[in-house]
């Protein structure tokens, strides 16, 4: 059997007036991830270690945020198309794994359905998907709730 493994990371600043939106879920908050796409901070680290695991570079290759057609993208309309590259090579996610960290809002009740949301992008099973959140204790930029990240593991099978 052929694996691969790649790891991934994102961090956006949070800015009111913005949707907060984490693995394709917009989850009810006062502020939301600046970015060029929507700015899917969990999105944007699955896709980058997907790509890492492939030594195809990373998401800043493929939708650069210099290029306008990017702007307000969805990125799960991003992952499907990245989830194709892997494809077109003979590749499959076997497994992801995740952590967001984020001191505001609680994100528990939100797990599930951005599981569902991935895997549905994906073409997997949810179960192949863990998510966990977890806070910066109040230390730094992101204990000081100014931003978002999260960190993602991905094994490819070929």
Known sequence: ???????????????????????????????????????????HAIMDAMLGALSLGDIGLYF??????????????????????LSDRGWHISNVDS??????????PHIHAMRDRLATTLSIQSDQIGIKATTHEKLGPLGQEEGIAAYAVVLLQK
Do not use: F
Not at 9 to 23: E, F, M, N, S, T
């Open 64 to 85: 650069p945020p210099s290029d306008p057609q990017w702007a307000g993208a969805d990125s799960q309309r991003l992952l499907a198309q990245v989830n194709q590259l």
């Open 1 to 43: 059997m052929n694996i691969r493994i790649g790891n991934g990371y994102d961090i956006h600043r949070l800015q009111a007036g913005r949707k907060l939106i984490l693995g394709g879920v917009d989850i009810p908050h006062t502020k939301g991830l600046l970015g060029h796409s929507d700015a899917d901070a969990l999105t």
């Open 99 to 108: 952590v967001v960290i984020a001191e505001q809002p609680k994100l528990k």
